[in-house]
């Protein structure tokens, strides 16, 4: 009897204390409780009552058979089942030993050692299920707080994801902002650029217009001088014809025709002269034509060297060319080519005159050592390319900045000579073109561009 009151005191204890934040059930409670109280009271009874044994045995009976049946029938105690199914066999063997030996005294006698073993297994069957359960609910622990962390874990995650999509929106916003001021300052950046461009090529033009109006000025002289000369020649013709020479007027007549062909000659010269500076001045078409090469190199060397002339009439050099006649004309773009072509001779008249490091060293002047400035412009034939080169007998150029000679606004000359635009435009131009632009270097001893064009 004892030993059910305390199972049945533990069990009342456990459903109380484990089931109660659960179901979060108080009236549960408050009847565990009562349960407690009526199984220590049954102690009590037998201890201090006689002969209230048979009494006290069966309320125990009953007390563990009502708790037995809540914990089937009520959904509240679901999850003690398995406690129900731990002590079921021992109660059922209890329960029905004591109603056998009073039913009938002899046959619970002579089957006392049967109920005694089944009574046995029954409490090892509750101990080993305890044990089991003690264990699952050890486990379903340990599972509910990797659950809480995992929950506590995604609860920060999600915490942590929102500030950073909060630092993501402010960091776009600023990102977005940066982006614009760029794109501003690369659209100011493009504009400026257009600006130097332009006046790189007004630079040129300029160095242009001063060779052109020297170029012009020969052939409208022999324009004018064969004018005036032919106008004299006529009225000659005129007074021996009143005279009746004609043997004088054919002679005078040839002599005018003569001149009319040297006025056609130097009108188209001019004509020519002329339309080469529209050519340079005017924006470039971006269409490939035959361009006869060596025409273009000696026209543009001739003009770059008398507009030198014309803003510095101290300036001089010789000039020498070597042209491939076997080259014929070539598809390029011919105002882009004619600039490229321009500007390395213009770069070289430029450095020609200039002392070299060596002569500057030994503090000499240039009539000291009678440095005669030259300028070489050659062109030739290789194999499915066109090489073009223009030379200077200058101080060559510093192996120190050699890689930055190409590169947009890097110049040597002072302030206010140069935009640092040309190489950078034609090394542009002639990459356009398929082409390549190189530069030999001799310290010392001058510069040498080399241009290879597609043929």
Known sequence: MYLEVILAIILFNYLRKNLEPVTVLPKWSRVLAI?????????????????????????????????????????????????MVAVTPFVLFVVIGDAVEQINVRFYNRWEAFFDIALVFAIIWMIAMLIINNRQKKALQKEKLKTQE?????????????????????????????????????????????LLIQSEKMASLGELTAGIAHEIQNPLNFVNNFSEVSSELINEMVDEANKGNISEV???????????????????????????????????????????INALADEYLRLAYHGLRAKDKSFNATMKTDYDETIGAIDVIPQDIGRVILNLITNAFYAAPLL???????????????????????????DNRILISVRDNGPGIPQAIIDKIFQPFFTTKPTGKGT???????????????????????????????????H
């Open 150 to 194: 995992k929950e506590k874990e995604y609860k920060i995650t999600e915490a942590l994801k929102a500030q950073l999509e909060i630092q993501v929106t402010e960091r776009t916003a600023t990102l977005r902002k940066q982006t614009e001021e760029l794109q501003h300052a690369l659209d100011e950046l493009k504009s400026t650029q257009a």
């Open 35 to 83: 349960g407690t109280g009526i199984a220590f009271s049954l102690i009590v009874i037998d201890v201090t009552i006689p002969h209230t044994r048979q009494i006290t045995m069966w309320a125990a009976h009953a007390l563990l058979l009502v708790l037995l049946f809540l914990i089937y029938t009520l959904a509240d105690f679901k999850p003690a089942k398995i406690i």
């Open 250 to 292: 054919k002679t005078i007549a040839k002599d005018v025709q003569h001149n009319l062909e040297k006025i056609l000659h130097h009108g188209k010269r001019a004509d020519g002269i002329v339309k080469g500076m529209l050519l340079h001045s005017r924006t470039s078409s971006g269409i490939k034509e035959p361009t006869d």
């Open 356 to 382: 070299s490091p060596e002569n500057i060293g030994r503090g000499l002047k240039d009539t000291e050592h009678k440095h005669n400035p030259t300028v070489w412009v050659s062109t030739k034939k290789m």
């Open 420 to 454: 640092g635009l040309g190489l950078s435009l034609s090394y542009d131009i002639i990459k356009a073109h398929g082409g390549e632009l190189t530069v030999k270097i001799a310290v010392g001893k001058g510069a040498e561009f080399i241009i290879l064009l597609p």
